[in-house]
């Protein structure tokens, strides 16, 4: 290969990089690495290939939810029901399949339905009837909680079957150096990758269009209702997902899911993507979450209270609003500038 051509491949390489992390922050890519260094000085065996493998098995769920999260957030809207969507839907299986086998299928199509139709309440109330998002999303996620405390009494209720518990536990066994490629590993590859995809076609950048301006993308003809919508449909078939991997790598319990919503608006956050909508990669979403898995592993090594999470992800959401409207504001100032310099430019 000539230099002329490996100078393009590379050039090639580099913006198709760029659009990837179009309108994220590269800084949380940095922010991942430098967390990981720490970690690896704590405990170098966490650098073994195996290690980082189960890493990736444990965050699959978080970065799935961050997934969904970032098409609610980039449309300009919130969706506080996720956590408890994940709570009901291991719930609601464990209830069904009652360690049956047998009805370990008809249970996920049945929880794939019910996460489509929680998305789908959630986005017609906020789009249709506009209510907020926050209201509608806080309303549905008290609902849910109220049914699982219902259906289960406060204690686990009923058993999961060994065959649901495959994706969230299990991985093809065998392979060199990493010894095991966990199946929610594969399903978090291939939903990043239907998730890129979908942000790079027109309706990616219908999404973004409509976060960014709503009334400007209904005048050049966007359904901006159903594109809303649609964002609250992806985000409850992500929970669900990430439901099903939960349930099979911790078992039910009634506070599983608990605090995952907020959790997950903080890796979306940490990615880049912008509060009220328009601007954010879908890929520096998921880098967020991993970087909040990260962070979390490095509170274990450093043997610091678990309550302190909750502290870490306020700052995180403070730090990561601030910043973002400190560069909105400095744009504007730019974009004022240019407008005035022009301005002054054509009546000289």
Known sequence: MSDTKRDGV?????????????????????????????????????????SLMAFLKKAAPLVILA????????????????????????????????????RTVPVMLLMLAFGVLVGLTNGLITTVLKV??????????????????????GAPTGALSESFRLAGR????????????PWAVLILLALGAVAVLLMRSSYGRTLIAVGDNETAAAFSGARVWWIRTSAFVLSGVAATIAGILIGGFAGV?????????????????????????????VVAAMAGALTIEALFTLFNQLSL??????TAQGLIIIAAV????????????VARHHRSHHYAVANS
């Not at 179009?22 to 890519?29: D, H, L």
């Not at 060199?176 to 490629?181: A, C, G």
């Not at 907020?262 to 912008?274: C, D, N």
């Not at 209270?305 to 909750?310: G, I, V, Y």
């Open 10 to 50: 590379g050039r090639n390489a580099l913006a198709a990089g760029a659009r990837l992390f179009a309108g994220g922050s590269g800084g949380v890519v940095a922010l991942l690495v430098a967390i990981f260094v720490v970690i690896f000085m704590l405990n170098p065996s966490f650098a073994e290939p195996s």
């Open 67 to 102: 997934i969904g999260q970032y098409f609610v957030v980039v449309s300009g809207e919130f969706d506080l029901s996720v956590g408890s969507l994940v709570g009901a839907q291991v719930v609601l299986a464990a209830l069904l399949i009652d360690g049956e086998e047998s």
């Open 132 to 153: 907020p998002s926050i209201i509608t999303t806080l309303g549905m996620m008290l609902v849910l909680y109220g049914a699982i405390r219902l259906l289960t009494g």
């Open 170 to 181: 299990h991985g093809i066994d065998g392979i060199p150096f990493i010894r095991q490629l």
């Open 253 to 281: 319990t009634a506070q599983v899911g608990q605090g995952l919503e907020f959790v997950s608006i903080t890796a979306v956050v940490l990615g880049g993507v912008v509060l009220g909508g328009g601007r954010g990669a």
């Open 305 to 310: 209270p678990s309550t302190l999470r909750p």
């Open 322 to 333: 601030a910043y973002a409207s400190a560069a909105q504001g400095r744009h504007r100032r």
